[in-house]
């Protein structure tokens, strides 16, 4: 299959596009490589000759028509985005510009695209989105697929919009599309101004580990190997229309996050101190959603999907993967933001 990636700089997309090539599809990656895309992640599956770049901005239709045109691919999966919450806080107007209008453009994209080539029923447009749409929930529950609405950050509302422009695209005008909504991901690549890619270069540096507010909030954390694996798995086998929440079946708190990260630190870069000493309590983000978690039921039941790793194994493998990898985020770590506190609003 040919699969045009949107967002493949990124840290999800770069997983997929790892994936893609090495099961033997075709890939066009399609990025406007803002401050948080890195190639480097696509380095060695770019070497195949079933690999193409297009630098192109989702703001920019022409840009998207061309892309479409010269590739003509089979199936489109969307994961650019603006993505971090906090910057959400500081500037939501580009999320606004990227995660709807962008969206919009590529929904329009593709609608022409497909209805010249005659409106094939093969073709697919997987849009991927997030379970911070379902807004926050209380110690217990999970959110399924039926989970109403109610995003609270800039960030989660831009994906709402998102999700709906999909969702209307498909029922208005038969455009063939999947979506799929993830729980907080970790793993290999991730841009280091995220929770966990945080804790282990602040651990390292011995500088102090900020966790925002007491560091109770849950989140579902999902191994981005498996997500990449779960993506691939509904582009090809979900139902026409149907969404299907992905979740990695290990919800932990945010502090027990980082006391585990700090401990897998303390064996395999031991200091005289614990790490865990460096951790210092910070104001917490406005509007922190308390709890996420997914009912991962229908991927499973229908699709067969399981995640492969448990927290324990994925923050291992994480862990081991940024000490062997120094070279590729000392080099993010100049970029703009990165490294400071973000999103505190006014
Ligand atoms: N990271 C998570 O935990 C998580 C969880 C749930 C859902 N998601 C969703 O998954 C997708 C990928 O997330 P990620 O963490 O890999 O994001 P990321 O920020 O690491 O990567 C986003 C990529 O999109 C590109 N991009 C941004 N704006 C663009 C534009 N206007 N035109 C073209 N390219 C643009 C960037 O250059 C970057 O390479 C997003 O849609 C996000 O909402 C992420």
Redesign the pocket.
Known sequence: MKILV??G?????SAVVRQAIAAGHQVVN?????Y??CLDNVAEAATSDRYAFVQ????DRPALDAALAEHRPDAIMH??????VDRSIDGPGAFIE?NIT?TYNLLEAARAYWTAAGRPESFRLHH????EVFGSLGPEGQFTEDTAYDPRSPYSAS?AASDHLVRAWHETYGLPVVLTN????YGPYH?PEKLIPVVILKALAGDPIPVYGAGENVRDWLYVEDHADALLTVLQRGALGRSYNIGGENEARNIDIVRTICAILDRMRPKDTPHADQITFVTDRPGHDMRYAIDPGRIREELGWRPSVTLEQGLEKTVTWYLENEPWWRALQDRQGVGTRLGQAS
């Open positions: 949107t967002g700089a990124g840290f999800i997309g399609l990025d406007a490589l803002t948080a895309a192109a901005d989702l703001r994961l650019a985005a603006e993505s971090h990227t962008g991927i989105s997030t379970d994906k993830c729980s907080n991901n841009f």
